[in-house]
């Protein structure tokens, strides 16, 4: 399992290594992580979420790596890896796609990741709470 990770890890990172160009991703983007099983993707817990810790989660304390290395600082999909790859990282900023992702779709997806992406759980390094911080974040900074 660990092994796994670390050789996902050094993948990703020597795609970055080729890739050159960098810039947001596509808008309307397509999507390849599916809709959140049962209610959850119509949960909603941001009322009460704290979007300064989920800024501090997607800027730097993510593990195993921070959240804007592929969906970017801007939200746009255009972090350093993202370039790297297919499907491209969620471009947050981009409304006519994000239409279609609910706060409790993002959660779900946040803490089980999207299975045949890049995008890894993070259910076990982040508590309910701080996944809803960061939904929270997001979605107050980026998506319209
Ligand atoms: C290694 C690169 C990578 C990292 C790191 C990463 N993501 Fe992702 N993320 C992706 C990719 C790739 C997808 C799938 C795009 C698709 O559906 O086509 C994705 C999808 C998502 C979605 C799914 C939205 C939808 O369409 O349903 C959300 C929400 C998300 N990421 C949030 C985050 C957050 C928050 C973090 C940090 C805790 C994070 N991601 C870290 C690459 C990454």
Redo the contacts with the bound molecule.
């Keep these: 399992m660990k092994k796994a990770l670390i050789l996902s890890v050094m993948v990703?990172f020597s795609l970055f290594a080729v890739s050159s160009a960098f810039g947001a991703a596509k808008c309307p983007?397509?999507?390849?992580?599916k809709t959140a099983p049962g209610g959850i993707a119509k949960k909603d817990m941001t009322a009460k979420a704290d979007a300064a810790n989920g800024e501090a989660?997607?800027m730097k304390k993510?593990k195993p790596?921070?959240?804007k290395?592929?969906?970017g600082a801007k939200g746009d999909g255009g972090?350093k890896?993202?370039k790297a790859?297919k499907?491209?990282?969620?471009n947050f900023a981009c409304a006519a796609?994000m239409k279609k992702?609910s706060a409790g779709?993002?959660f779900y997806?946040?803490k089980n990741g999207?299975k045949g992406?890049?995008?890894?759980a993070?259910g076990k390094t982040?508590k309910d709470e701080g996944i809803w911080d960061?939904?929270k974040y997001?979605r107050s900074t980026w998506v319209k």
């Design positions: 990703i983007q397509p999507r390849k992580t989660i997607y993510a790596m921070a959240c290395m592929c969906h972090g890896l993202g790859l499907p491209a990282p969620r796609t992702v779709q993002m997806i946040i999207s992406t890049g995008m890894v993070h982040l960061v939904v997001i």
